[in-house]
């Protein structure tokens, strides 16, 4: 802005400047001309006319003779001439009297004419300096009113700035405060800070979803555990306040330690769950003939199954259909899925494992007849501890199909639960070899080594 | 049979010792890595049951340092769940075992046993004799005194391996590892019915039953 200024004021000076030399260089024409055609008496004429005071001009003659005596013109004496570098000569009106009583500079220039007669045309600087001083007063002004509107404007903006910094402040130590359903409040502008509180509020739904979830899980933990633990201080207190008996205190801790077990089962359940939710670094992928894996998991249930009236069939092609899994993390999904299916099965009825290929994909179902799941709660199963209200007086930890999903997520797969009409279809699906391959390529190196 | 314990944790080691030696077994005990690794090899040991995690040394890297100075005695590795990675398992594969930890003592104690053959063995048998029962591992033919028995392979498999560790209690972990290479938990008596389908071939029709249940542990083939 300063150097905006700086250029204005420059070049009008540098205009009103040529304007002066102009002007004086025109009235020397001017007066040339009369000097030529009438002679001296006609120049004495034309100056005494020019510098009549009544016209008001600014410019300055003094015609004197050989012996300086002044002839014509509207200064008393002639002044102390010095010549400027630009061939200019400036002097210094002193206060004869004529004008005003201030001294001020005066530009000029002189001739010597025939008969030792000389002449000077100059011109008072007072209104140059004026109009300068006037354009200075102007620039100074104008630019000190722009400084200050530039200050307010500056601080009116970085106020409402550092208002909505603020808000967003706010909200974030009312949230830290415990007010978790809190948000930062939008203008509806649509500038970058609502942009930016749209953001932080979608994060902040998202932190209280996983929240909520993790809330829900550490409930069902404790309630889940509450229960066996209570049962197992029971049968113990129960064993101290009976009569004293070797026999009888061996089957409590027996049945204790059975207890445990099922407590320390579901624990590594959880942190199964929570190790493949990561993205186990343990699971190891390689190769596998996944309806080879039915056929073997099959072989194992099939006594299961016949042990409590249940048909076991078995539905695979002969050639292999080839996945790329770990036969440990893949064997405790699907295990859990049959043996699901051989739990909620009543006497007489059957369990079908079938692998198929459906495009690039592998599919591993196991269908029953049982009761099979309300549609509205296949997908809640899949929560750790949820359990439909059928199976609550069933054994089980609530974790299997949790563990589950975790298992095939980390194979890049899917697992949905379906109908059976009547029953219940379990259907898992992975990516067959090929497809697997640029799917852990896609995954964190650590998952793969 | 004298063992030695690898192990740093104070109340985990005393529980092992006092458990190994009421099973009338002779136990040295060394709190960290280096002196686990110098007892190892400066005695002899029949077998050697190492926590993977020790002060100032990976179990592992005492596995390694013993094979490495053509020392092949048997080593349980304990493990948390965490830590049980290929590694743990290839060690498997070498004649070794792993077990994660917190662990039933009776199910250390069968691997403990199990190990403990293995090493005494070793020798590739095409017949295994137990009691009147005789399994032909190469013909694939089972026979109780005069009866010729007809298993399912899976039954053979299972059959095998429990003659194979006769006389001593085999764990329902350890058959779903060894017979059929599963490691997870069933939530179903999956074990058992196999062992009580078994049970109806080899036992059924004879006096005295040599399939039993060990409460509380597992089970344990025994000449009737």
């Known amino acids: 802005m300063l150097a905006m200024l700086a250029l204005i004021y420059w070049q009008t000076v540098i205009y009103g400047t040529r304007q002066t030399d102009e002007t004086i260089d025109a009235e020397i024409t001017g007066l040339a001309e009369q000097y030529r055609q009438r002679g001296l008496a006609g120049l004495v004429a034309v100056i005494n006319e020019r510098s009549n005071p009544e016209r008001g001009s600014s410019m300055l003659y003094l015609l004197t003779d050989q012996r300086q005596h002044p002839l014509a013109g509207n200064l008393s004496r002639w002044p102390d001439l010095e010549v400027q570098a630009d061939g200019w000569m400036r002097f210094r009106l002193s206060d004869d009297g004529r004008r005003d009583s201030s001294p001020h500079i005066a530009q000029a220039t002189s001739f010597v004419l025939a008969g030792g007669v000389q002449l000077l045309v100059g011109r008072d600087l007072a209104e140059n300096t004026a109009f300068r001083n006037r354009i200075v007063t102007a620039l100074v002004s104008s630019g000190a009113l722009m400084l200050l509107l530039g200050l307010v404007g500056g601080i009116v903006l970085s106020r409402r700035a550092l208002a909505r910094i603020e808000t967003i402040n706010r909200t974030g130590d009312l949230i830290m405060a415990g007010e978790f359903s809190r948000r930062i409040p939008l203008k509806g502008s649509g500038d970058e800070f609502d942009r930016l509180a749209q953001n932080l509020n979608a994060m902040l739904d998202q932190i209280e979803r996983l929240m909520a979830g993790m809330r829900q899980v550490t409930d069902n933990i404790a309630h889940d555990l509450r229960s066996p633990l209570g049962r197992l201080r029971s049968r113990i207190e129960m064993a101290l306040i009976e009569e004293p008996s070797t026999e009888r205190y061996r089957d409590v801790l027996q049945q204790t330690i059975g207890e445990a077990d099922q407590l320390l089962a579901t624990f590594t359940a959880l942190l199964d769950i929570a190790e493949a939710e990561a993205g186990s670094p343990r699971a190891k992928l390689v190769p596998l003939d996944l309806a080879a894996f039915a056929r073997d998991l099959a072989d194992l249930y099939e006594p299961v199954a016949e042990e409590k009236g249940l048909a076991l069939k078995i539905e695979t092609a002969a050639q292999p259909i080839e996945v790329r899994g770990d036969r440990h993390m893949l064997s405790r999904a699907v295990a859990n899925l049959v043996e699901n299916a051989l739990k909620y099965t009543p006497t007489g009825g059957t369990v079908r494992i079938s692998v198929t290929t459906d495009g690039t994909m592998a599919r591993l179902a196991v269908a029953d007849d049982g009761p099979g799941i309300p549609p509205d709660e296949r997908e809640r199963v899949f929560d750790r501890f949820y359990r439909l209200e059928a199976s609550r007086t069933t054994e089980g930890n609530g974790l299997g199909l949790s563990l589950a999903r975790a298992v095939v997520r980390l194979h890049g797969g899917t697992i949905t639960l379906g109908g059976n009409g009547p029953g219940l279809v379990a259907t898992v699906s992975l990516p067959l070899a090929a497809t697997a391959e640029q799917f852990e390529r896609s995954m964190p190196v650590n998952n793969r080594r | ?224």
């Open chain 2, 1 to 224: 049979m004298k063992l030695l314990v690898v192990e740093d944790d104070r109340e985990a080691a005393a529980f092992l010792v006092k458990g190994l030696k009421e099973s009338g077994h002779t136990v040295d005990h060394a709190a960290d890595g280096r002196d686990g690794l110098m007892l190892a090899t400066t005695e002899r040991f029949d077998a050697i049951i190492l926590d993977r995690m020790l002060p100032g040394m990976d179990g592992l890297a005492i596995v390694a340092a013993l094979r490495a100075s053509d020392n092949h005695t048997p080593v349980l590795i304990l493990s948390a769940l965490d830590q049980v990675d290929d590694r743990v398992r290839g060690l498997k594969a070498g004649g070794d075992d792993y077990l994660t930890k917190p662990y039933a003592f009776s199910e250390l104690m069968a691997r403990i046993e199990s190990l403990l053959r293995r090493g005494a063995g070793g020798k590739t048998e095409t017949k295994l004799r137990v009691g009147e029962l005789e399994i032909d591992l190469l013909a694939r033919t089972v026979r109780r005194g005069a009866a010729e028995i007809e298993l399912l392979p899976r039954e053979f498999r299972l059959l095998e391996y429990l003659a194979r560790n006769a006389g001593h209690v085999v764990t329902r972990t350890m058959l779903l590892e060894q017979v059929w290479d599963y490691h997870f938990d069933p939530q179903t008596n999956v074990i058992d019915v196999h062992i009580s389908r078994l049970r109806q071939k080899i036992d059924k029709g004879f006096m005295k039953p040599m399939l039993h249940t060990v409460r509380g542990a597992g089970y344990c083939l025994k000449a009737a």
